[in-house]
């Protein structure tokens, strides 16, 4: 699993890793930002996601 944050790559490099990930086939998600809260999000989304859908969060 790939995460590229947007943030610090320039389009050429997320086209790189888009094929990359897909020749690999290996899952490739791309971050709005570089930060470990976007990170950690990510992870949760795609955890609950893998885990028969998504569900909301209480706040």
């Known amino acids: ?35 470990v809260t976007t990170l950690k999000k990510s992870l949760e989304d795609h955890l609950q996601f893998t885990a028969g859908g998504l569900v909301s969060q209480e706040s």
């Open 1 to 35: 699993m790939v995460f590229c944050p947007v943030d610090i790559n320039n389009h050429g490099a997320c086209c790189h890793i888009k094929k990359a990930c897909k020749q690999k086939g290996i899952p490739c998600f791309f971050l709005r930002s570089s930060g």
